[in-house]
């Protein structure tokens, strides 16, 4: 459970992150997995996923997380996935790169954001070519604070996705209060979605909404052709998933299209 002081304490380990500039906690590194547009027959974007420097889950790195370096981790992986990403050839593939954050790991977005807009300038990867994703797995407890991380992510052309929709603690009372630019629809909705009618309702009906309100929405966790199937008849046209590739240790996979 978090003290007072741990707050105190992790609150000035930020400052001085910011005033020495940020390294990581612990090493880790990235392994990527591909978003891809149907219609386009492209990939739309590339999520930089977390992974031991030997190739460790990201349950094993996350673990490591702590109040007193949450901060720097969050921080660290941006810099971290877009210079990979970077120095593996992303920017000539014209895809965009996808980046979990921490919205409790922030402290004041305008200061906070200034790492990643740097790390991206020294690696010429243009800021509408970032996803920034806020996970639903994640309990908001501050809504002011995320209503200025919209903001300042939108002022410097940086991309939202809310990930894991569906899954998580806020839902549709989240997306009511923010519109991101990408929605993510949980693996849990599609699983079997070609023989469960529910699902096939929801996924519907969620398919409008991101209509409605101008979003992009991927549908993640997309592992059989019968899935796809059955998610191309009801719209959907941004996917990821083992069916097109798994993520590739320090690697950006190819899929053939």
């Known amino acids: 459970m978090t003290t007072q002081l741990d707050s105190a304490l992790a609150t000035r380990k930020k400052c001085g992150d910011c005033a020495e500039g940020i390294s990581a906690p612990f090493p880790f590194t990235m392994a990527f997995q591909p978003i891809v547009d149907l219609a386009r027959r492209r990939i739309y974007s590339y999520e930089a996923l977390v992974r031991g420097p030997g190739g460790e889950s990201a349950a094993s790195v996350l673990e490591q997380v702590n109040p007193l370096n ?91 996705a809310i990930d894991d929709f569906g899954a998580g603690f806020a839902g549709l009372d989240l997306l009511a209060r923010f519109q991101p630019d990408v929605l993510k629809l949980d693996m849990q909705l599609v699983r079997g979605v070609e023989n469960v009618a529910p699902r096939r309702v929801i996924i519907a009906a969620l398919v409008r909404i991101a209509a409605e309100l101008g979003l992009e929405l991927v549908v993640e966790g997309v592992e059989t052709e019968a899935e796809l199937t059955a998610l191309r008849a009801l719209g959907v046209n941004l996917v990821q998933g083992y069916y097109f590739a798994k993520p590739a240790f320090e690697a950006l996979p190819r899929v053939a299209l």
């Open 70 to 160: 949450k901060y720097a981790f969050d921080q660290s992986c941006r810099v971290t996935a877009i210079q990979l990403a970077a120095r593996l050839g992303i920017i000539e593939t014209g895809a965009k790169l996808s980046i979990n954050f921490i919205p409790g790991a922030m402290y004041r977005p305008e200061a906070c954001v200034r790492t990643t807009l740097a790390a991206a300038q020294r690696a010429g990867l243009t800021t509408d070519k970032i996803v920034l994703e806020l996970t639903e797995n994640e309990k908001i407890v501050d809504f002011n604070l995320l209503h200025q991380i919209f903001d300042v992510y939108c002022r410097n052309k940086l991309c939202i």
